[in-house]
């Protein structure tokens, strides 16, 4: 009996003896480990806006590796879209991808041409997406489908995003292209993560002066403005309304609420994965910034008039 | 712009709050508005309109006036408009006839 008490006692001793090599915290091992690189665009909005960055990077992923579309199309997508508006960035991604795709740079230039319908279509919506006819539209949807065209406006309002992300934050292409990060970023790392400290909004108060608007919106003053909204609300979608058990997925909540907003309903509808993730990342924005909502609406605003959206 | 008018109300405006905001913002009175205020519509206009003639000095303006993280939120905020607003025009959505974004919340009196 003693003898059993003493080799239980012994074998208790051993397990608890050191490991044969130390095991560091994660965050240490990480530090020792050579981490994926990341593009620069994620490098400048992570000292600012971390989280965000991480879903940005979920998103861009999504789109560049698993697009419903397809890597090749959504490699031509882009690569016409960040031509249109001079992002060479956008233009290295692309042709990065598409080269992964199979795809050749002459055959990006062929999408290109004007007499390709979808490419034509994807530098409208890149210069002047309100310029697109009903019978452009109507055209590409016999041959696509409502799902791809869904899928094809969200992949060009995706490059319509970074693209003005890359430009405003001024990236230069990287010599060699950082390819899709290939990761997502679980909770606990989004509660570890702490957002910087904003600085305290400027005091709002008018200063009279001469105004410093830089166009002209006379077209549209008076009694036309409204005029256009009210016009924008019968206008018929160019798609059909997905049933509802397309929105089968959510929850009851959420899919009453979507189903109140045409844009969700139709994005959510056709291209669930896309439009989840752009939320995602957006959703992020708004918790981590918590910007005063009048004033980013007064900027949604301007956008919008800018792009002549009435939607 | 119909949403963003329905997310101005969501905000705490009431209607003829909205309708003078965009009234004056329509007609290019902007001498209304802080200087910061018209740094960021300036910004908005120019980042939406001409994306690629964005140039150092917009930034640095825009820092300047808002200090470099809330500059971020700006470029971030601008650049999901046009997001939105390419869904919006490229499918022609109708636009709903009520607020769908709900009623502004209501201020609790002190």
Redesign the interface.
């Known amino acids: 009996m003693r003898a059993l008490v003493a080799f239980v006692l012994f074998s208790s001793l051993a397990l608890a003896e050191p490991p044969r090599f130390p095991v560091p915290a994660n965050a240490e091992a990480w530090k020792a480990l050579p981490n994926p690189p990341l593009p620069a665009w994620a490098r400048?909005?992570s000292?600012?806006?971390p989280k965000?960055a991480a879903k940005m990077l979920e998103l861009d992923d999504l789109h560049r590796t698993s697009s419903p579309l397809g890597k090749a199309l959504a490699a031509k997508l882009r690569w016409v879209a960040s031509d249109a508006?001079?992002?060479r960035f956008g233009k290295a991604i692309a042709e990065f991808d598409a080269k992964a795709a199979g795809i050749s740079k002459e055959q990006l230039e062929a999408f290109a041409d004007p007499k390709v319908p979808l490419g034509a279509f994807a530098r409208k919506?890149a210069l002047a997406?309100?310029s697109?006819t009903?019978a452009e539209?109507k055209s590409l949807l016999e041959v696509h489908g409502p799902e791809t065209m869904?899928g094809i406006?969200?992949a060009?309002?995706?490059a319509?995003?970074?693209?003005?992300?890359l430009?405003?934050?001024?990236c230069e292409p990287e010599k060699d292209p950082v390819p899709p990060l290939g990761r997502t970023f679980d909770a606990k790392w989004y509660d570890a993560i702490a957002t910087?400290?904003?600085?305290k909004?400027?005091?709002?108060?008018?200063?009279?002066?001469?105004?410093?608007?830089?166009?002209d919106?006379k077209d549209?003053?008076g009694k036309k403005?409204p005029d256009?909204?009210a016009t924008?609300?019968?206008?018929?979608?160019?798609?059909p309304l997905p049933p509802e058990d397309k929105l089968a997925f959510m929850t009851e909540a959420s899919r009453a609420r979507t189903l109140?907003?045409?844009?969700s309903h139709?994005?959510q509808g056709y291209q669930p994965k896309m439009t989840g993730a752009?939320f995602a990342a957006?959703n992020q924005?708004q918790a981590e910034?918590k910007?005063?909502?009048?004033?980013?609406?007064?900027?949604?605003?301007?956008?919008?008039?800018?792009?002549?959206?009435?939607? | 712009m119909g949403h963003s008018e329905m997310l101005l109300a969501v905000a705490g405006l009431d209607d003829e709050q909205v309708r003078k905001l965009t009234a004056m913002l329509a007609r290019g009175e902007w001498s209304a508005f802080s200087k910061e205020d018209q740094i960021a519509f300036r910004f908005t206009h120019k980042l939406t309109g001409q994306p690629a003639s964005i140039t150092d000095a917009d930034v640095k303006e825009l820092i300047a006036a808002y200090g470099r993280h809330r500059a971020m939120d700006i470029i971030w905020y601008v650049s999901w408009c046009n997001y939105m607003t390419r869904v919006g025009d490229g499918l022609q959505l109708p636009l709903e006839s009520t607020n769908v974004f709900g009623p502004a919340p209501k201020k609790e009196k002190p």
């Open positions: 400048a909005v000292a600012s806006l965000t508006v001079s992002s919506m997406a309100d697109i009903d539209f869904v406006v969200h060009l309002a995706y319509g995003f970074h693209d003005r992300m430009l405003a934050l001024g910087p400290a904003r600085d909004m400027p005091d709002r108060t008018a200063v009279p002066g001469p105004s410093t608007a830089t166009f919106w549209l003053t403005m256009e909204l924008q609300r019968k206008r018929p979608l160019r798609v109140k907003i045409v844009w139709v994005s752009w957006m924005m910034a910007i005063d909502q009048v004033f980013t609406n007064t900027l949604f605003w301007i956008a919008t008039r800018t792009n002549r959206c009435f939607y």
